[in-house]
């Protein structure tokens, strides 16, 4: 008969407990060998193991005597019945015992017949498997080897523990070594990218007097000439009252105390005493109590900007008073041109005139019908901006449009266009976009005086801005024409200014144009050299992708 | 045919609408300024008000406005050169109609005056034939 042991009452605990440890099917190790061995000295037996039992097998741990032989099946096993014993289990004759006498390990191999086995009980009473000695023939243990037993058996305790503790000490620096190693990474990543950063950054310790400064990148160094060991460790000039003035200072002061950011553009010196407009932007930086510690200054060089920033807002304020004097132009001459119109043709109705007479009052009916188109286009670009509402795709409206602006063209000229890749839409409506190609058209066809090539090229390009650079749709018109000097160049845009004939044009035209790219957000761009011809390109920001 | 009153403070533009006015058939009464207009309005019954808008002293706007209180069956059109001050073309996207009924933007042709003023004669003869029918056919 061969009687299977019962099943402890927290076996469930006990096999979460087995399994926590991550010792089971892991490879021998010295300490539990070096037991194993002494105990197979000390019972003189040829078998000595320390076990686990598992759900449904015995694994042994460490095995003197049983070369070969990993694990058994948890029925047969002895130690199965052993762990469930207060104490030393011993088994002198297996063959004498109801409950191994059937038993294949009996039976069979290894033909055990004496068995002695202690518990590994943990500190916290999980009994886990046994320390056991096994004979093939039949033995009986002294109480002080039975003592010695027991006493193995608590050191293989001892020692799983250990080496348990061990272990989540090693998993706990393994952890540690790569979250620091991460940390590591990331402070150096962030470190390149503000070390490559375009902006001059600043960090300032403002928990100082004067702002000692603690890092520069070296952005900061080319923007100011100021190498880094010449400020690190000073106090910070932007925050210094003989630098920015004393009252910038101090709101940037009540700014930054308070958590808030600030910008500011002040005049600044390099190193060489060169001056540059520096647009500063200051972030403070919190501690843990939520106290402003530090401040992060950017800075960059927006001299050139401005200079661009105030030629625009020259030019535009130029078309604005322009503007104005023109309505007041455009009612006096309406109301001039007003009875001209009614009495001339009054009298060709009222059969006043000759047949001569009414063909040249035909004419004057002509020229009031003329300026009163001239005076539109005149008023045209001093229109204030509004937004169309109307949104078509580049290269849709380019190619509805270019058949009326090269419409009744000289023989001599070749058109190409090219359309790059799509665009997306923008935000133009018909009349506008016709305005601006009939004008540009016109203009180039003019310069080439009956013969050349005239292309026109749209692609997709970006609308440059420090802040928030926008896609946009970029429209060439090149003409192999003669070209402009740079004084042209200069006036191109300049109402009036015209290099057609008398009668051949009212110099309207190009600022047209720029008015209506500048209402657009876009811009414009002459290039041109004398004798080869002109290029007008001008970007319009994409409203929305296609 | 009807009665109008043109207000224009340009002579020969108030001139040269007169002569077309009164070739077409009509009664035209004529004031230099918005005041003068009113009062003639106050004065007599007209079937059309032709008013320019940037007069000086009192503007298009306000005679348009107020005739139109006191005379609510008298059409108004309001005819411009555009503002002096702004620079905003007239165009026809973008006309206002100053409270009137019609706008003409300045300089108009003959042909379309005659065009509209007909259309808003005959509104307005809309507008009082219940009035007018009621005694003919009692």
Known sequence: MTQPAAIPDNERERIARLRMLDILDSDPEVMFD?????????????????????TRRQWFKSNIGLPGVTETPRDVAFCSHAILEPGVMEVQDARLDARFSANPLVTGDPGIRFYAGAPIILSDSSRLGTFCVIDKIPKKLSSAQRMILAELANAVSHAIETREATANTQA???????????????????????????????????????????????MYTTLTGYDADEVVGHDCHYLADNIVGAETAAMLRQKIGSGEQAEVEIFKH???????????????????????????????????????????????????????????????????????????????????????????????????????????DILAFSRPACRSGEFHEAAHILEEILPLAIQGLAKGITVSLRIGCPTGLVEISRTKFSQILVNLVSNAVSAMDGVGALTIQLDEDVLPSLTMPRKAARLRITDTGCGMDATTQDRAFEPFFTTKGIGQGTGLGLPL??????????IIALESVPGDGTTVTILIPIAKES | ??????????????????????????????????????????????????????????????????????????RFLAITGGNPNSGVTPGVANVEKFGAHAVLLKPFEKHELLKIVAALLAEAAAAAAPAAEAPACG
């Open chain 2, 1 to 74: 045919m009807a009665s109008i009153l043109v207000i224009e403070d340009v002579p020969p533009v108030l001139l040269s609408l007169r002569i077309i006015l009164t070739g077409g058939g009509h009664t035209v009464a004529c004031a230099t300024d918005g005041l003068m207009g009113l009062r003639l309005l106050t004065e007599s019954a007209f079937d059309l008000v032709i008013s320019d808008i940037w007069m000086p002293g009192l503007s298009g706007i306000d005679v348009i406005g107020r005739g139109r209180a006191q005379s609510p069956r008298t």
């Open chain 1, 172 to 218: 706990a620096r393994q952890q540690l070594e790569n979250e620091l190693a991460a940390t590591a990474r990331r402070s150096h990543l962030l470190r390149a990218t503000i070390d490559s950063c375009p902006i001059a950054v600043t960090i300032a310790d403002i928990t100082k007097p004067g702002a000692t400064v603690l890092y520069v990148n070296p």
């Open chain 1, 270 to 376: 390099r190193k060489d005493g060169s001056a540059f407009l520096s647009r500063l932007i200051l972030a403070p930086i919190l501690g843990d109590d939520g106290g402003v510690v530090a401040c992060i200054g950017l800075q960059s060089d927006i001299t050139l900007e401005a200079q661009r920033r105030d030629a625009t807002g020259q030019q535009r304020e130029k078309m604005a008073a322009l503007g104005r004097a023109m309505g007041g132009i455009a009612h006096e001459i309406n109301n001039m041109l007003q009875p001209v119109s009614l009495l001339v043709q009054d009298t060709i109705d009222n059969d006043r005139m000759s047949a001569e007479g009414i063909k040249h009052m035909g004419i004057v009916l002509d020229c009031t019908r003329n300026a009163r188109n001239i005076i539109g």
């Open chain 1, 513 to 522: 144009v720029y008015t209506l790219v500048q209402e657009l957000g876009g």
């Open chain 1, 34 to 54: 070096s037991l194993t061995r002494l105990a197979a000295e000390i019972f003189e037996v040829p078998i000595a193991l320390v076990t686990f039992v598992d």
